[in-house]
C-alpha cells in the first residue's frame, strides 16, 4: 500500500533524482573546474540526461503508485482478474519501466486503463522518440538518422524498428487532409494554381511495376556475363515513377513580353537580386509511388474544391509536355466541371523552339542567338498560330539537310499539339506564372534529396511514406498532422479500454 510519503518532494519516487542532480552539482563543484567549457558542456548534457531519465521514471512511478492503490481501493466483480504488469518503454532520456494494473475479463484481453490515460503507444518507443526518429529519417540517410538520435538522445531505436515507425507515422495522412480546414484564401483575386509532374525513384525489384519488372528480367536474361572489360550500360527497368501535385495561392502579377526576355538574360547573381512574382502561399505538395497519375491528379481537383466548393475561381495548372499528364488534368477538369486552363511551362517550349532555331540557322550558334530573339518575342506577343506560320514557311524556304529538316519537324510537331496551352500573351496580362519552377523543385528536394541518395534503393511501402513525411513539412503541416496522429493513436489503441 502506498503513503503519502511516496509523493513527497523528498519522497521513494524521485529519490534517484534527487541524487542524480546532486551528484551533479558535486562533480561541477569539483572534477569539473579543470575543464574547458566545450568537455563541461559535453559532460553536462550526458549527466544532466541522466537526471531528467530519473526524473521521468519517477513519475512513471508516481503514476504506478496511485493506479495501484485506486485498485486496491476498488472493489472487482466476479470473473475479473487484477494483475500487475511491468512495461519497457524507450523515451528521448533513455529506458524507464511502468507498472500498472491490468483487467483481463475472461475470454477478452487485458486492459490498462493507466496506459490510455498516458496514451502511451502500443509498442515500446514512447511518442516524443518516434517523433524524432522520424523527422531525422525524413533529412538524411537511414543509418545517419539512427547513429543521429543516438548521438543526440538517450534513446536508442535500431534502423529497421526506425523504418517501420516511419510507416506507421505517416497512416494517416489521407484522414488528416479529408477533415482539415482548407487554409484562408488570400482573396478573390488571388490566383489558384496547381502543378504536376513526375520523377523516378530507384526501387527494390519487388517494388517495380509489373511491366518494369518484366522489361528488367528481359535485360538481364540478354546481358553478357563474365567479360570484364564489357562496356556497362547506364540503368535502367530499376525505376518506379512518383507522381508530384502542388495546389498553391499566388498574387497576380501581369507582365510583358520584355520582362520575361530579361529575366532568361540575366545570369544567376542577378536572379539572387531579382524580387520575381509573388511567392506561393497556401502551398500543399503530394507525392505518391503508389497513386497512378489520373489518380494524383483527381486529388489535386478535390483539393481546388476544398478551397473553392463554388468553383467560382478559375484555376490554372502548370505542366510540362506529358502526354499523359495533360489528359487527366483535361478529364478531371471536366468530371469537376471546373473553369481552368492549362499552361505549358516556358522553358519546355524554348527548348523546342532552340531546336528549329538552330536546325534554320544551319547550327550557327550567332545565326541561331539573333533568331530565337525575334521568335521569342514573337511566342510571348502573338497567337501561336503565326509562329507555326512562320517556322513552316522558312522550313520550306531554306535548303535544309535531313538531320535538320527532323529538328523542325519535331519543334513543330511539339508546339502544334501543344498549341491550346501556349497562349502566353494572355496568361501574362493575367499575371499567371508561366514556369514550372515550384513542382520542379519539389521533385528535387522532395525525392531527390532523399530517395535519390547514391546506392539507395527502396520498398514500396518505406518509400510511400517517406514522399508524404517529405510532403507534409514541405507543405507546413507537419507539426499540426503530429498532433491529429497522436488523436488518432489513442483511439486504435484504446477503444475498448474504458
Known sequence: MTTEEDFAPDGPCYGPARKG??????????????????????????????VLRRMVQGWLD??????????????????VSVRSYTRQIETGFGPVALRRVGQKIAGQHTTFVLDKQLNLPADRYSHPLRQRVVEEARDRAWDNAVERVDRTTGGHVPKRQAQDLAIKATQDVEEFYKHREPPKSLGGAALLLGSSDGKGVRMLPGALRPATQK????????????????????RSHDKRMATLTAVWEQQPEPRV???????????PKDRKSHKGLARPKNKRVSASLKRSVPTSVAEMFDEFDRRDPTCLREVSVLV???????????????KHSRPFRIVLDIIHVIHYLWLAGFALSHRKRKATNLWMSTHLMMLLTSPIADLIAAIETAATTKTLSAREHKS?????????????????????????PIATGLIEGACRHLIQDRLGITGAKWGLEGAEAMLRLRALHASGDWDEYWRYHLAKERQRNYANVA
Open 21 to 50: 542532480f546532486e551528484e551533479l552539482l558535486v562533480w561541477l563543484r569539483g572534477p569539473a573546474a579543470s575543464l574547458e567549457h566545450a568537455a563541461l558542456e559535453e559532460e553536462v548534457d550526458t549527466r544532466g540526461n541522466e
Open 62 to 79: 508516481e503514476r504506478s503508485h496511485a493506479d495501484e492503490r485506486k485498485h486496491a481501493q476498488a472493489s472487482h466483480h466476479e470473473g
Open 215 to 234: 522489361a528488367a528480367a528481359a535485360e538481364k536474361a540478354a546481358a553478357r556475363h563474365g567479360d570484364p572489360m564489357q562496356r556497362r550500360k547506364l
Open 257 to 267: 513580353a520584355r520582362d520575361i526576355v530579361s529575366e532568361l538574360n540575366r545570369g
Open 320 to 334: 510540362d509536355g506529358d502526354e499523359h499528364q495533360q489528359t487527366a488534368i483535361l478529364e478531371e477538369g471536366r
Open 408 to 432: 523542325v519537324n519535331k519543334a513543330l510537331c511539339y508546339l502544334r499539339r501543344n498549341a491550346p496551352f501556349l497562349d502566353y500573351p494572355t496568361y501574362l496580362a493575367l499575371g499567371l
